[in-house]
């Protein structure tokens, strides 16, 4: 079967959750005989991009995988789903490569791959990993950081988001959005979460699959022996991620500081995306120093990190849907602390293998780590994530198996 | 007269224009009268809502109590409470009760899937030795399996150094032990069975991990509702599989299920004798990598072959064929199971692999016109095909399997410069233990050697299209090249051995117990 990928943005110069599934989905598809090709959009300039119709493109494997990246200047391109010049683009790759189907693993910056597809009538799939085909921003969060569930059929986008934009804009995106994933061939969330955020905004969605996002046991990864701590007293907590604001350092760092215990420390990982939320958080930061910053990190850095971490703690300020860093966490046997809304909170059974709290609460994130300090890891060695990105493969595969024949 | 006329126009006109006027009173009229029915019919609507909605959170306070008392007796009743509760939820408009929406999702779920466990115990059996660092995972996986409530977990340890034992005793298994001096893969297996006490065993080893937390019972199940044998379910190659392992899997898979089905194998037993020994391969496809057998067909047979040192599933398939019973294979589910192994490994193990394929279907192997030459020149034309091969790596940097070729040097470049293929090393090793100087080689059988490596890498490449849209690294290229050659050189050696009509001669012995040895 022949299978083109379609996502925002990709390795190596972007890592995260999506990006990551991508790869670890492309490349098991590889393994089950399957020819792929990624495509990417290009968000920023880059050197070594050669114009090619209209478009700045560059051609690049990754690890194996077949990469055609590319831009155009045309404006708004991260919100909207039009952008004429890209998508002659796009649709002459999808021609010159003939795919039995499309599987668009983030629709952003190349929704219209799903427009091509249903007019060349080539099968598709679509994978949701946030909220972007409702919302321009993809977490549901209004500008004054309240949440927004529903956004009344794009209504509300214009008077709390998007003030330079007629509310006709969003609604015609709401309308268009419906309208592609109503004719896919399939949808795939990883989260139960996600699909019932769809259903209250009015999406139907006839031919969706909830598969949950795997781990992948056999690379990069070795379980960890029994810790034997050089000071048994400190406790670590850690949260890996970028440093923005929808992220929640600075909510983790208040809540952490909360508490007095001089025993407890906090590491936190991930680069700095904004430079005024990071002075931000760093100034929060300052005055205690039972808090360090480790900077950016690395799929191969994941096992010393949890080597050296007792609990990980994902404070999305969002819905988040499923994040990967959970997910790690408890492939290594680490308990997690996450919102008790959004997909996160599916991860854990509260009290089990992680603690949940009422999300964007300090006191209640406070609570939470003082629990996790008092119950001193004693339900470590029954933490288990079962699924695996094998698993994962193969249930997509069965998908595109059953669109194809 | 002009004047007239247009005194009578402009009159006429004023008369329309008072009608126009007073139809678009009325109109107005109407419109507020139809806004005032609509906001009317809102409110009332909202009114009726309101009450609604008031009323039936006024009964869920009341009656809450009640039904918290009976929902734990009666899980349909917590569904019913969930529905409501989204009815109001929905006539709130409210989004804050999404937690309310999982919970009623949840219920909704469990109560569509409803599995019938399966009741009877099921013996999971794991033959082991120094099993690493994967072995919880494997074990993890087991126990989480659902709807099999009566799982017993046996292993049978050949003296492993590390923490295999303990870890299985963590995970509560029986822990069975077999001096490694008489291991054989029958031997241990039939062993743990006569311990295990279930209906169903489940044959596994240490290193596969089942695929989902339903697989086993997906198995299971499938035995049982097809009143079946045995059955086995596919491998799917881990994340870290390379490209030929990848293709291995997928061969083997194409053979005996070229559908992509979950299939029951019917067959006659006379019909399954007049078979030649490959087709008889692809029906018995029972592996115990993975297999779950109706512990009365496995004793009904008699178990394993103690005999045999390997291939014990496929000789219980035949017999399980021969007694009547029909056998399955899944596609739909199995384990998580590839070994990444160097080429030498392949020689002897696909030699083994075929030669036990003719063995145990009891079939004449073809006599291809190589089989009649003295083994030593058999053997040093595989090593002279193998130093071209090695000579043509050197030639590459980065490239794309088809474009490998293996002619692709001049002779006087022979022995000058050369990569290492661990499969002609093997090879030279073996010829060494036969031949004290160096025997001629035979241009017929290097053709026929180079026409096999050919047509072997055409149906890999076939399949790795998606792997080699990337040019390999040299390293790669040769690690595959390798590795196929492996193949070409088993094959032949295979055919060869079982092709002697003396094959109780020394000679013969000393091949078959070098390309065996420790497999």
Same mark, same amino acid.
């Given at each position: 079967?022949?299978?083109?990928?379609?996502?925002?943005?990709?390795?190596?110069?972007?890592?995260?959750?999506?990006? &990551?599934?991508?790869?670890?989905?492309?490349?098991?598809?590889?393994?089950?005989?399957?020819?792929?090709?990624?495509?990417?959009?290009?968000?920023?300039?880059?050197?070594?991009?050669?114009?090619?119709?209209?478009?700045?493109?560059?051609?690049?494997?990754?690890?194996?995988?077949?990469?055609?990246?590319?831009?155009?200047?045309?404006?708004?391109?991260?919100?909207?789903?039009?952008?004429?010049?890209?998508?002659?683009?796009?649709?002459?790759?999808?021609?010159?490569?003939?795919?039995?189907?499309?599987?668009?693993?983030?629709?952003?910056?190349?929704?219209?791959?799903?427009?091509?597809?249903?007019?060349?009538?080539?099968?598709?799939?679509?994978?949701?990993?946030?909220?972007?085909?409702?919302?321009?921003?993809?977490?549901?969060?209004?500008?004054?950081?309240?949440?927004?569930?529903?956004?009344?059929?794009?209504?509300?986008?214009?008077?709390?988001?998007?003030?330079?934009?007629?509310?006709?804009?969003?609604?015609?995106?709401?309308?268009?959005?419906?309208?592609?994933?109503?004719?896919?061939?399939?949808?795939?969330?990883?989260?139960?979460?996600?699909?019932?955020?769809?259903?209250?905004?009015?999406?139907?969605?006839?031919?969706?699959?909830?598969?949950?996002?795997?781990?992948?046991?056999?690379?990069?990864?070795?379980?960890?022996?029994?810790?034997?701590?050089?000071?048994?007293?400190?406790?670590?907590?850690?949260?890996?991620?970028?440093?923005?604001?929808?992220?929640?350092?600075?909510?983790?760092?208040?809540?952490?500081?909360?508490?007095?215990?001089?025993?407890?420390?906090?590491?936190?990982?991930?680069?700095?995306?904004?430079?005024?939320?990071?002075?931000?958080?760093?100034?929060?930061?300052?005055?205690?120093?039972?808090?360090?910053?480790?900077?950016?990190?690395?799929?191969?850095?994941?096992?010393?990190?949890?080597?050296?971490?007792?609990?990980?703690?994902?404070?999305?300020?969002?819905?988040?849907?499923?994040?990967?860093?959970?997910?790690?966490?408890?492939?290594?046997?680490?308990?997690?602390?996450?919102?008790?809304?959004?997909?996160?909170?599916?991860?854990?059974?509260?009290?089990?293998?992680?603690?949940?709290?009422?999300?964007?609460?300090?006191?209640? &994130?406070?609570?939470?780590?003082?629990?996790?300090?008092?119950?001193?890891?004693?339900?470590?060695?029954?933490?288990?994530?079962?699924?695996?990105?094998?698993?994962?493969?193969?249930?997509?595969?069965?998908?595109?198996?059953?669109?194809?024949? | 007269?002009?004047?007239?006329?247009?005194?009578?126009? @402009?009159?006429?006109?004023?008369?329309?224009?008072?009608?126009?006027?007073?139809?678009?009173?009325?109109?107005?009229?109407?419109?507020?009268?139809?806004?005032?029915? =609509?906001?009317?019919?809102?409110?009332?609507?909202?009114?009726?809502?309101?009450?609604?909605?008031? /009323?039936?959170?006024?009964?869920?306070?009341?009656?809450?109590?009640?039904?918290?008392?009976?929902?734990?007796?009666?899980?349909?009743?917590?569904?019913?409470?969930?529905?409501?509760?989204?009815?109001?939820?929905?006539?709130?408009?409210?989004?804050?009760?999404?937690?309310?929406?999982?919970?009623?999702?949840?219920?909704?779920?469990?109560?569509?899937?409803?599995?019938?466990?399966?009741?009877?115990?099921?013996?999971?059996?794991?033959?082991?030795?120094? @099993?690493?660092?994967?072995?919880?995972?494997?074990? =993890?996986?087991?126990?989480?399996?659902?709807?099999?409530?009566?799982?017993?977990?046996?292993?049978?340890?050949?003296?492993?150094?590390? +923490?295999?034992?303990?870890?299985?005793?963590?995970?509560?298994?029986?822990?069975?032990?077999?001096?490694?001096?008489?291991?054989?893969?029958?031997?241990?297996?039939?062993?743990?069975?006569?311990?295990?006490?279930?209906?169903?065993?489940?044959?596994?080893?240490?290193?596969?991990?089942?695929?989902?937390?339903?697989?086993? !019972?997906?198995?299971?199940?499938?035995?049982?509702?097809?009143?079946?044998?045995?059955?086995?379910?596919?491998?799917?190659?881990?994340?870290?599989?390379?490209?030929?392992?990848?293709?291995?899997?997928?061969?083997?898979?194409?053979?005996?299920?070229?559908?992509?089905?979950?299939?029951?194998?019917?067959?006659?037993?006379?019909?399954?004798?007049?078979?030649?020994?490959?087709?008889?391969?692809?029906?018995?496809?029972?592996?115990?990598?993975?297999?779950?057998?109706?512990?009365?067909?496995?004793?009904?047979?008699?178990?394993?072959?103690?005999?045999?040192?390997? #291939?014990?599933?496929?000789?219980?398939?035949? =017999?399980?064929?021969?007694?009547?019973?029909?056998?399955? !294979?899944?596609?739909?589910? #199995?384990?998580?199971?590839?070994? /990444?192994?160097?080429?030498?490994?392949?020689?002897?193990?696909?030699?083994?692999?075929?030669?036990? $394929? !003719?063995?145990?279907?009891?079939?004449?192997?073809?006599?291809?016109?190589?089989?009649?030459?003295?083994?030593?020149?058999?053997?040093?034309?595989?090593?002279?095909?193998?130093?071209? $091969?090695?000579?043509?790596?050197?030639?590459?940097?980065?490239?794309?399997?088809?474009?490998?070729?293996?002619?692709?040097?001049?002779?006087?470049?022979?022995?000058?410069?050369?990569?290492?293929?661990?499969?002609?090393?093997?090879?030279?090793?073996?010829?060494?233990?036969?031949?004290?100087?160096?025997?001629?080689?035979?241009?017929?059988?290097?053709?026929?050697?180079?026409?096999?490596?050919?047509?072997?890498?055409? =149906?890999?490449?076939?399949?790795?299209? #998606?792997?080699?849209?990337?040019?390999?690294?040299?390293?790669?290229?040769?690690?595959?090249?390798? +590795?196929?050659?492996?193949?070409?050189?088993?094959?032949?050696? @295979?055919?060869?051995?079982?092709?002697?009509?003396?094959?109780?001669?020394?000679?013969?012995?000393?091949?078959?117990?070098?390309?065996?040895?420790?497999?």
């Amino acid at each position: 079967m022949r299978i083109l990928f379609t996502i925002h943005q990709f390795f190596p110069k972007y890592y995260t959750g999506t990006e &990551l599934y991508l790869f670890n989905l492309a490349k098991m598809m590889q393994k089950f005989g399957h020819e792929v090709h990624v495509v990417t959009y290009m968000p920023q300039e880059e050197g070594n991009m050669i114009l090619e119709k209209g478009v700045y493109v560059k051609k690049y494997f990754y690890e194996g995988l077949p990469v055609t990246a590319f831009r155009s200047n045309q404006v708004h391109v991260s919100m909207d789903f039009k952008n004429p010049i890209a998508k002659k683009y796009l649709k002459k790759l999808i021609l010159d490569f003939k795919p039995d189907l499309i599987h668009v693993a983030h629709p952003m910056r190349l929704t219209f791959a799903m427009e091509i597809a249903i007019k060349e009538k080539i099968k598709f799939v679509v994978t949701l990993t946030d909220y972007w085909m409702i919302c321009s921003k993809g977490i549901l969060v209004r500008n004054n950081d309240e949440p927004c569930l529903s956004n009344n059929n794009g209504k509300l986008c214009s008077i709390h988001c998007y003030q330079e934009f007629p509310s006709s804009y969003f609604t015609q995106r709401m309308s268009d959005a419906k309208k592609y994933l109503k004719k896919a061939d399939a949808v795939i969330v990883s989260a139960i979460f996600l699909k019932e955020i769809f259903k209250k905004n009015g999406f139907s969605l006839p031919t969706l699959n909830l598969i949950r996002h795997g781990f992948n046991y056999f690379l990069n990864y070795a379980p960890l022996e029994k810790k034997k701590k050089k000071n048994k007293k400190i406790f670590i907590f850690s949260a890996l991620g970028s440093l923005v604001k929808h992220k929640g350092a600075h909510l983790l760092i208040k809540a952490f500081k909360n508490m007095d215990n001089p025993n407890a420390r906090l590491h936190i990982y991930g680069e700095v995306q904004n430079a005024s939320y990071g002075k931000l958080v760093f100034a929060l930061a300052k005055s205690d120093k039972r808090i360090s910053f480790h900077g950016r990190y690395s799929l191969a850095d994941m096992h010393s990190i949890h080597e050296k971490t007792d609990v990980v703690v994902v404070t999305s300020m969002w819905y988040e849907t499923y994040p990967l860093v959970g997910v790690a966490a408890l492939a290594y046997a680490i308990p997690i602390i996450v919102p008790d809304m959004g997909g996160a909170s599916e991860l854990i059974k509260d009290g089990k293998n992680g603690y949940t709290f009422s999300i964007g609460q300090a006191d209640s &994130l406070t609570s939470a780590l003082k629990k996790a300090i008092e119950d001193d890891l004693k339900f470590t060695q029954n933490i288990f994530y079962p699924y695996t990105i094998e698993e994962e493969a193969v249930k997509t595969q069965a998908i595109y198996q059953k669109i194809t024949t | 007269m002009k004047k007239t006329l247009f005194t009578k126009e @402009a009159s006429d006109f004023a008369k329309e224009k008072k009608v126009l006027l007073k139809h678009r009173n009325n109109l107005q009229k109407q419109l507020i009268d139809l806004e005032n029915l =609509r906001v009317f019919r809102l409110k009332k609507i909202i009114m009726e809502k309101r009450f609604l909605r008031a /009323t039936i959170a006024y009964f869920l306070k009341k009656s809450n109590e009640l039904l918290r008392k009976l929902t734990n007796k009666i899980p349909l009743l917590e569904f019913v409470k969930n529905k409501l509760r989204l009815y109001v939820s929905h006539l709130n408009g409210s989004s804050a009760n999404l937690k309310r929406f999982k919970k009623q999702l949840s219920v909704e779920k469990n109560l569509k899937e409803k599995v019938e466990p399966i009741t009877e115990l099921v013996s999971v059996i794991i033959p082991t030795y120094n @099993a690493g660092d994967f072995f919880d995972l494997v074990l =993890r996986k087991i126990t989480i399996q659902k709807y099999i409530p009566n799982l017993e977990l046996i292993i049978i340890d050949s003296g492993s150094a590390d +923490k295999t034992v303990s870890l299985a005793k963590k995970y509560g298994a029986k822990i069975l032990t077999i001096d490694k001096k008489n291991f054989s893969h029958a031997k241990v297996r039939n062993k743990a069975a006569k311990v295990a006490k279930g209906r169903f065993l489940f044959f596994t080893v240490q290193d596969a991990v089942l695929l989902s937390e339903d697989s086993l !019972y997906g198995i299971v199940h499938f035995l049982q509702q097809n009143k079946i044998g045995a059955v086995s379910g596919k491998q799917i190659p881990r994340s870290d599989a390379d490209a030929f392992a990848s293709w291995q899997l997928a061969s083997h898979a194409k053979v005996i299920n070229p559908d992509k089905k979950d299939v029951v194998i019917k067959i006659n037993p006379d019909e399954f004798k007049s078979l030649s020994a490959i087709d008889k391969r692809a029906i018995c496809t029972i592996d115990d990598v993975c297999a779950v057998y109706d512990r009365k067909a496995f004793d009904k047979v008699g178990g394993f072959d103690n005999k045999l040192g390997y #291939g014990e599933d496929l000789d219980i398939s035949k =017999r399980l064929i021969n007694a009547g019973y029909d056998l399955g !294979y899944l596609f739909s589910t #199995g384990v998580i199971h590839s070994h /990444t192994r160097p080429a030498n490994y392949f020689v002897k193990r696909f030699y083994t692999d075929r030669v036990f $394929l !003719y063995r145990v279907f009891e079939e004449k192997s073809p006599k291809p016109f190589y089989t009649d030459i003295p083994l030593p020149v058999l053997l040093s034309s595989l090593v002279s095909f193998g130093k071209k $091969l090695a000579i043509s790596s050197t030639n590459i940097s980065t490239i794309y399997l088809n474009d490998f070729n293996y002619d692709s040097f001049s002779k006087k470049e022979i022995n000058k410069s050369m990569i290492d293929l661990l499969s002609l090393d093997f090879l030279k090793d073996l010829q060494k233990s036969f031949v004290t100087k160096n025997s001629k080689t035979n241009l017929k059988i290097e053709q026929e050697i180079a026409n096999q490596f050919t047509s072997i890498k055409t =149906r890999a490449h076939e399949f790795m299209r #998606g792997y080699f849209s990337a040019p390999m690294t040299q390293i790669q290229v040769v690690d595959v090249v390798d +590795k196929i050659f492996a193949i070409c050189a088993s094959n032949m050696l @295979a055919v060869y051995q079982i092709s002697q009509t003396d094959q109780e001669s020394s000679e013969f012995r000393k091949l078959h117990s070098l390309l065996t040895e420790e497999i």
